[in-house]
């Protein structure tokens, strides 16, 4: 029997002070750790005073630099090492997400999964082989990998909200199309933006989409 890493990282309670009404896990990108998004929590306090905000670490440390965490190694970039790295992550992440919602005694319906990067890759993995499903997902400058076989592992159809820098040096922003594409075929509601002036990150206009998202997904205001 293989050994799950067990996942930890930084956490913002909800502001009201209450028991959480939602939960918001934030998926890093390789390099970073929980730190590195954990901080995005007070913007989306705005829309959500209830909601729990966790980070976790990805399992792994990462390899090609004496600092941060990688949820797989990127050393080789063919698609194929990407989809082997998503599945050996898989496990530790639906673990993590199991643990958390089961701490706070939340279901499926009241989280959303926030990824960027390789978090994003993480994100819409994990996330659409659940069942159930999250309330939404949001991708950040990821890529939906191994799209050819989401049709057939394909478990639930939360919304999708897909962001990509047209600046994006990293990762492809020919990939955020290909999402979109696979996305739409399978019949998942998603909604895409190619972000003007923008690399490989996260800026206030992605907020805003954020918040937008997320007021559509627990059917709320946006102030």
Avoid at 194 to 218: C, S, W, Y
Wanted: hydrophobic residues 45%; contains cysteine; proline residues 9%.
């Amino acid at each position: 029997m293989v050994d799950v890493p067990t996942l930890d990282g930084p956490s913002v309670p909800p502001k009201s002070g209450g028991a959480p009404q939602q939960l918001v896990i934030l998926l890093h990108g390789i390099g970073a750790d929980g730190n590195d998004l954990i901080g995005l929590a007070p913007f989306y306090q705005m829309l959500l005073p209830d909601a729990q905000f966790v980070a976790p670490n990805a399992p792994e440390r990462f390899d090609m630099a004496p600092f941060g965490y990688q949820w797989f190694s990127i050393q080789n970039m063919q698609a194929s090492t990407r989809l082997v790295g998503v599945q050996s992550a898989a496990p530790a992440l639906d673990a993590y997400i199991d643990r958390q919602l089961s701490e706070h005694g939340l279901f499926a319906d009241r989280l959303v999964l926030i990824g960027f990067s390789q978090g994003a890759m993480m994100a819409l993995h994990v996330g659409l082989r659940r069942n159930p499903g999250p309330a939404g997902i949001i991708a950040h400058s990821g890529i939906l990998v191994g799209e050819s076989r989401l049709a057939r592992e394909l478990r639930c159809r939360p919304p999708v909200l897909l962001t990509h820098g047209a600046l994006d040096d990293v990762l492809p922003v020919q990939a955020l199309a290909v999402a979109d594409g696979t996305l739409r075929a399978a019949r998942v509601p998603v909604e895409a933006h190619v972000m003007p002036n923008l690399g490989h990150g996260i800026d206030e206009a992605t907020i805003r989409l954020d918040l937008k998202f997320l007021g559509q997904v627990f059917r709320m205001a946006v102030p």
